[in-house]
């Protein structure tokens, strides 16, 4: 199982990665076995020296109770404290960010990759699909002409 947040990578540069642990009820780790999850639009935030991640859903399991659960609420990251100083010193240093990347299972662990990400200009957004539609053009031009 492994829920990723595209949109990460493409509105990004993702120069380092770290693998989270997740503090999460027993609900949500079946929703999230299940793949009922998203990534989209949502953050890494550090307050006072812990890590939340904001804004990603998880929603609701089938088989448990609905009352009181919030899809859409902030879950405590698990890091390292050495881990977290060293990442809150490159965030005041440098105009960087924390993003979800993917969401997938270690065993009986769910993990949250995190990673810390540059936001691109929209100049630069622009040159990887023109590359990429190039890409795709000469693939559909040579596809039986070369063995």
């Known amino acids: 199982?492994?829920?990723v947040n595209h949109k990460a990578t493409f509105d990004y540069d993702i120069l380092d990665r770290f693998e989270a642990g997740i503090h999460l009820?027993?609900?949500e780790v079946?929703?999230?076995r299940n793949g009922n999850?998203?990534?989209d639009g949502s953050y890494v935030k550090v307050i006072g020296?812990?890590?939340f991640l904001v804004g990603a859903q998880i929603f609701p399991y089938m088989f448990a109770r609905p009352e009181g659960y919030d899809p859409a609420r902030t879950r405590k990251l698990l890091l390292h404290k050495k881990e977290i100083i060293s990442?809150?010193?490159k965030l005041d240093s440098a105009n960087l960010t924390l993003?979800?990347?993917f969401w997938y299972t270690k065993g009986s662990l769910v993990k949250l990759e995190v990673g810390l990400a540059r936001g691109k200009k929209q100049y630069e957004?622009?040159?990887v699909k023109k590359r990429e539609d190039m890409k795709r053009e000469l693939e559909t031009e040579f596809r039986g002409k070369i063995r």
């Open 49 to 51: 020296g812990e890590l």
């Open 1 to 3: 199982m492994k829920i």
């Open 37 to 39: 999850a998203k990534l």
């Open 30 to 32: 079946k929703s999230l």
């Open 87 to 89: 990442l809150k010193g």
């Open 25 to 27: 009820v027993g609900s």
């Open 99 to 101: 993003v979800p990347l």
């Open 125 to 127: 957004k622009r040159e």
